[in-house]
């Protein structure tokens, strides 16, 4: 169907899609003079509302306004991403109102590549097989019209690529600490991967997902293969002649043999945490083939060319992390846990609100979240001002100068931390009110007392 032309056409799109109960559509159309705004406008009031997303309303910008709902019980939300494997789409349950991550194998992905669909099963069965708060849960697969999904946990918050990168715009450094707590969290559900004899093959910062509780979950089985794949035949085809993994975070013997144990991804998370503490992966340039040559041969720059506010027991864990020879590395993630434990034994706050991602408020509501002031306002503000919603999940914006900072004599960058709220005190007492009162006090006890005289002077006499 053709794109709306008008505000009118828009709101009729709107409600052909069946998105927005028409009691809630006619309501807040009521305050609205939709002869009067463009499209922009309306569509920016309609998500302040809460009562359409930004991708749905993006979607009916474009004159699409069907298959919002997939197998009859997903309800397309947000366009959280889209990777090699298909598109991955934030839904609610139409009958247990939960809020669910969807990857959608597109149909085209099947006719070119073969181990495509034998892949996308493979992720949902290695995801399926995991039961750990710190890796993405599976809830359900499924096919309807052809098209392939399965259905995870929908984790509100950010990858550690993403607020990493957003610190370093501002030229300032994660803070070492929570480095160690978030690592340790990955390691302690790579952990439960290993006992169950899976190894995840991709371990990024990308793949590390921290919410707004400060939970890191790993993400995306994608490559992930279990220990003894004597019948995985999808393995025999295509995985033991091909390089697979991200090159920045690869282990030297993944480039060489894909036939490897977890010992490679406590490489990729050593090389996460060195993103972590300097704001850049191990090996930033050059082609891909240099970079996995420079795994295997050369030594990152030391982080203390970076900053020198990181403790020295915590860079030789980074160190034993990444060593080339697999020997010589930690042997499991729970030693890893183990070795970080130092930093982690003291609780720390919740990630500040800044780092998280920026709900619109229909997603927020679901989410069991009051939107914001910022984002929610009445129907005839919004189109007064004219305001316009993003369409992009996420801001990728600097962050805002909401962090106070020590510097950092070696770079000029600033190590940023969480600000410290304090409770509110109560007013204190006024200075002037008890003395006041005591003197009102004072002078009616001395004017009763001369009456009483007065009065026994006249009985006398």
């Keep these: 169907m053709p794109a709306p032309a008008s505000a009118a056409d828009f709101l009729e799109m709107v409600r052909k899609s069946g998105l927005v109960p028409e009691e809630r559509l006619s309501t807040a159309v009521r305050q609205i003079r939709t002869a009067q705004i463009g499209i922009d406008q ?23 306004y069907k298959r919002f709902t997939l197998a009859d019980k997903y309800r397309l939300l947000e366009l959280l991403g889209v990777g090699g494997m298909g598109a991955v789409y934030l839904c609610e349950h139409a009958f247990m109102h939960r809020l669910v991550a969807v990857k959608v194998l597109p149909v085209d992905k099947i006719a070119s590549d073969p181990t495509a669909l034998q892949r996308f099963y493979r992720e949902a069965r290695a995801v399926a097989a995991l039961d750990h708060p710190n890796i993405v849960r599976a809830y359900d697969i499924d096919k309807f019209e052809g098209l392939h999904f399965f259905v995870m946990e929908y984790v ?3 990858s550690l690529q993403e607020i990493v990168a957003r610190y370093a715009t501002q030229n300032q450094f994660f803070d070492p600490v929570r480095a160690a707590h978030y690592i340790a969290q990955a390691a302690a559900g790579l952990q439960h991967a ?10 990024k ?56 144990d977890i ?24 082609s891909i083939a240099q970079k996995l040559l420079a795994h295997q041969t050369k030594e990152p720059k030391p982080v203390r060319e970076f900053r020198k506010d990181v403790p020295p027991e915590l860079l030789a864990v980074l160190h034993k992390m990444m060593r080339k020879n697999p020997d010589a590395r930690y ?12 930093w982690t034994e003291q609780p720390i706050s919740q990630p500040p609100e800044r ?22 306002g009445s129907t005839a503000k919004l189109v007064l001002a004219g305001s316009r919603s993003s369409t992009r999940l996420v801001d990728s914006n600097v962050l805002p100068g909401e962090a106070r900072t020590e510097a950092n004599v070696a770079t000029g960058r600033s190590v940023a931390t969480t600000p410290i709220r304090t ?21 009616t006890f001395a004017v009763v007392l001369a009456l009483l005289g007065l009065i026994v002077f006249l009985l006398l006499g």
């Design 331 to 342: 042997q499991t993630p729970q030693e890893v846990v183990e070795a970080l434990s130092r």
């Design 42 to 64: 309306l569509a920016s009031a309609l998500v302040q509302e809460g009562l359409l997303t930004r991708f749905q309303v993006k979607q009916v910008k474009q004159g699409r």
């Design 194 to 203: 290993n006992e169950l004899g899976l190894i995840h093959r991709d371990i």
């Design 423 to 443: 409770a509110a005190r109560p007013p204190a007492p006024s200075k002037t009110k008890l003395p006041f009162l005591v003197m009102l006090g004072a002078t």
């Design 263 to 286: 010992r490679a991804d406590i490489y990729g998370l050593g090389g996460t945490l060195y993103f972590m503490l300097t704001g850049t992966s191990p090996f930033p340039d050059g």
């Design 156 to 158: 509100d918050g950010m």
């Design 355 to 376: 780092e998280m991602p920026d709900l619109c408020p229909a997603v927020a509501v679901l989410n069991g979240m009051a939107p914001s002031n910022n984002l929610r």
């Design 205 to 260: 910062p990308g793949n590390l997902l921290l919410d707004r509780n400060g939970t890191v979950k790993v993400l995306d089985m994608g490559l992930a293969r279990f220990f003894d794949h004597r019948h995985d035949d999808l393995t025999q085809k295509f995985d033991d002649n091909t390089i697979l993994g991200t090159a920045d975070y690869l282990s030297p013997e993944q480039a060489l043999n894909d036939t490897v």
